[in-house]
């Protein structure tokens, strides 16, 4: 279950990016601008100055500025009375406003946390409802080893103990990075995009058997390590024998996909066996996959230039 977003949450989250400082309310940093038992998942966090439906903050930009400094003192202050009366979590100023004595004077008695930015109202905006977009977004954990191959997020699956780490240690001997070991994190950011991560807990390690929880960063330095990656492919890796890797086709490798949060994701197994090069093998199968997304197939290539030659030959 996701817990509640407190205006405190968005403080700490966005205070050097909008350049916030709290100039009043500070006992309502506890309010709760976004709550998943009682609000509506498409819920609207922020928005401009608004009295007949509010949002949880509200923004005062200079559009908002404009429309007050027209109004006489007592509309001015009976427009402050209607403000604070919604109720909101949080009022910000934007675009370095300074804050009026008395907007400062009824949200210290409202306990209503009111903030300046020294942004403008359009990013302030659109950095809240990002932030809130992030938060609300739906969110899974998956068992296996993420990895950023040659630009591309690789999601490494399989039964325990089927070597997934191991491979994840070479890969990153060769070159590429480690996102997160034995349960990444995934985001959905958009409708075709996944973000992967890693839990804190786990960032920067590698459990590997019989050498243990190995730093990664400390040992191979701060490029061996991704913060996030967006997943472009899972790497399934399933134990064969030789007969059943003969059985395989050769030449028609069917385009599987793994829906991983609504999305599908194209999926390849590797067969694991003696005297089979993962590393390599996964490289590969990231080249192979970039070329696809290009629109190149090798296999259709073949067959065209297979059907080419029997069609001359006749």
Do not use: W
Not at 132 to 145: C, D, E, I, N, S
């Amino acid at each position: 279950m996701r817990r509640q977003i407190t205006v405190l949450d968005l403080y700490d989250a966005l205070r050097e990016r909008l350049g916030l400082r709290l100039v009043s309310g500070k006992k309502g940093l506890d309010r709760v601008i976004y709550d998943p038992e009682t609000q509506i998942r498409h819920t609207i966090v922020a928005g401009p100055l608004n009295y007949i439906h509010p949002t949880p903050v509200q923004i005062i930009g200079p559009t908002e500025k404009e429309y007050l400094s027209t109004l006489d003192p007592r509309e001015h202050l009976q427009a402050l009375d209607r403000l604070c009366s919604t109720q909101p979590a949080a009022i910000i100023l934007t675009d370095r406003i300074p804050a009026p004595r008395s907007l400062s004077g009824k949200t210290t008695a409202a306990g209503i946390p009111l903030f300046t930015s020294t942004t403008r109202d359009n990013i302030v905006l659109d950095n809240l409802l990002h932030y809130a977009a992030r938060f609300l977004a739906q969110k899974a954990t998956l068992h296996g080893v993420f990895l950023e191959v040659l630009g591309m997020g690789v999601l490494l699956t399989g039964h325990s103990a089927v070597g997934k780490s191991e491979l994840a240690l070479e890969l990153i001997t060769r070159g590429h990075s480690l996102i997160a070991d034995d349960a990444p994190e995934f985001t959905r950011v958009a409708p075709d995009i996944v973000n992967g991560t890693c839990p804190p807990l786990l960032r920067e390690f590698l459990e590997v058997r019989g050498l243990g929880i190995l730093d990664i960063r400390a040992m191979f330095g701060d490029s061996a390590i991704k913060s996030n990656m967006y997943i472009h492919l899972v790497i399934h890796l399933k134990r064969m024998r030789q007969g059943e890797i003969a059985d395989m086709d050769r030449l028609n490798v069917t385009d599987r996909q793994r829906t991983v949060l609504g999305v599908d994701i194209p999926e390849i197994t590797v067969p694991v066996a003696p005297g089979r090069n993962l590393a390599i093998l996964v490289e590969t199968a990231v080249r192979n996959h970039m070329l696809k997304l290009k629109g190149y197939n090798g296999a259709e290539r073949f067959i065209a230039r297979q059907k080419k030659a029997i069609e001359n030959s006749q």
